[in-house]
Structure formats: structure tokens, C-alpha cells
């Protein structure tokens, strides 16, 4: 599977972003898709999760700012992201887990889109 993530750029604290992330050459199923990302010196984290049936995990970092949103049918995963601050800096990835069979199931992440939030 691979994971093509775009949207990431400079932005002023206080505006907004929306990230997309498109899965492709999948055998089976797509099921949990979300979003994590690495701040400067710091390990990396999940920002947000989205199942196939819609169900949703946010960072408490990021409630009420961030929305995660998926298309099914064609494997792609967004975040919009509103409301952004400094400590939003971070290259953010995209990850999904594709399920082959209940023994077969695997984890894919993207390459990385840099969010810098700054004037």
C-alpha cells in the first residue's frame, strides 16, 4: 500500500490547514486511517484516528480544533485543521492498517508533509 499525503505548508498562527492523504494498491480492506506527527525534538504522536465505520479518536491537543474525515470508497483520509498554533509545528503523517485476513494485517505510513505555523 502506498500512502500519498499532500497539503502541508507555512501558515500564520490562528489560520488554517487541511491535509489529505490517498492509500493506493491495496489487496483487502482499509480499516483504521488517521493522522500522527513529529514536533521538533519529540517522538511521535497521534493527532487522529478514523475507522472504517466512522468512528473517531482525537489527541486532546487537538479537540475541538481538528476534524478527521475519510472517503471509503476511495481510501483517502482528511484533516482539517483550524485554529492553528506554534506547537502545531510538526511534520504529520499519514497511516492506515490494511486487513488481509485476521492473521494478515498490516500497518502503512506516508512520507511525511511539513505543517509549520508561525509568522
Known amino acids: 500500500v502506498q500512502l500519498e499525503e499532500s497539503g502541508g505548508a507555512l501558515v500564520q498562527p490562528g489560520g488554517s490547514l487541511r491535509l489529505s492523504c490517498a492509500a493506493s494498491?491495496?489487496?483487502?480492506?482499509?480499516?483504521?486511517m488517521g493522522w500522527y506527527r513529529q514536533r521538533p525534538g519529540r517522538q511521535r504522536e497521534l493527532v487522529a484516528t478514523?475507522?472504517?465505520?466512522?468512528?473517531?479518536n482525537y489527541a486532546d491537543s487537538v479537540k475541538g480544533r481538528f476534524t478527521i474525515s475519510r472517503d471509503n470508497a476511495q481510501n483517502t483520509v482528511a484533516l482539517q485543521m483550524n485554529g492553528l498554533k506554534a506547537e502545531d509545528t510538526a511534520v504529520y503523517y499519514c497511516?492506515?492498517?490494511?486487513?488481509?485476513?485476521?492473521?494478515?494485517?498490516?500497518?502503512?505510513w506516508g512520507q511525511g508533509t511539513q505543517v509549520t505555523v508561525s509568522t
Open positions: 497511516k492506515c492498517t490494511e486487513w488481509l485476513s485476521i492473521t494478515r494485517v498490516y500497518d502503512y
Open positions: 494498491g491495496s489487496r483487502g480492506s482499509i480499516n483504521t
Open positions: 478514523i475507522t472504517r465505520g466512522g468512528s473517531t
